[in-house]
């Protein structure tokens, strides 16, 4: 571990001007020809190391990047899968007012810590794999997918394949906390949206003739907030509502997105029904209920657990400690460990501010989490 730790830091300098590249070309989720230059991009990088390399042509999503690595001689004992994704939720144009800078021993732009860092890391690591000299006894399979950000849909069905025939995915997602946790728990995750339609009146003359729209959401609201289990790991949470047309107006339409989390397998379809069970409660409203569960949850099965411990094992031959942590948040490794396939996520850089004006990582974490990420590769 200590040579390959070697290497990499020997390699630092490159791994930042490389995230500047990729941080430089901004890959929002919904815009397909910037997320797919992004994907060109990483493509090119995986070329150049001598990857099988295939994009997964998408008509509106962005295509996805396959890449596939074998460094060690004869036949494969078996398939790692290492996911990650090409987009973030920074719109084109946010590098104007957040441009990707280098200060106090961290780097800072959009997308650097989710999750830009992780797709840098994982090139270094294969480069430093071969320039150890390692012959590492399973077939790599690189995804990274342009649609995480928005739930996956065009890249899960994939995503799960290729998980069925791997013995161990390692997600590249942003490490948990200044220490660096790992993410051995993620909650399941779902969106919905609730739909009220009433009928409009005067406000002032004639009230009675309406439906109050606005109303009967507020009431449902009430009921969606009783489904809130902080012992079993349940929240709903009412996010974005709209209703209403003006003052003096009886509204109609009005309407609420529902964020969803919860923290065991068998509570969703429990969930989806209580949803799709909601009935109107004032006389003369419809509602409607679109969405649902989405993501599972990651659990902390003993396979993980497993994982973990191999992993913190890795870290302390090159005398760095590693914690594990939960997370509200989901990501791709909720889907591939709810198939079974052990699953290890926040092997990408320690850093923070995720989604915000303040996302950066922390140089130092580069060279080591590439190394962590190298010596899984090698020994699972
Ligand atoms: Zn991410």
Redesign the pocket.
Known sequence: MSALLRILKGREKEIVRLLGEFVRCESPSHDKAAVDRMGRTVAREWQRRGARVRILRQAQAGNHVRAEVRLGEGRPAGQILVL??LDTVYPLGTLAKMPFRVANQRVWGPGTF??KAGLVLALFTVDALRAAGVQPRKRFVFFWNAD??IGSQSSRGEIEREAIRSDAVLVL??AYGRDGCLKTARKGVGTAELIVTGRSAHAGIDPSAGVNAVHELALQIARLMKMNDRRRGITVQTTVVAGGTTSNVVPEHARAKIDIRYSHLADAPKIDQRLQSLRPILKGARIGMRGGVNRPPLERTHAVVKLFHHARELMSEMGLPLDEASTGGG?DGNFTSALGVPTLDGLGAVGNG?HSLGEHVVIRSLPERAALLAGLLATL
């Open positions: 990650g994704h989710d999750m995480e950000e997602e942003p990501s995720a």
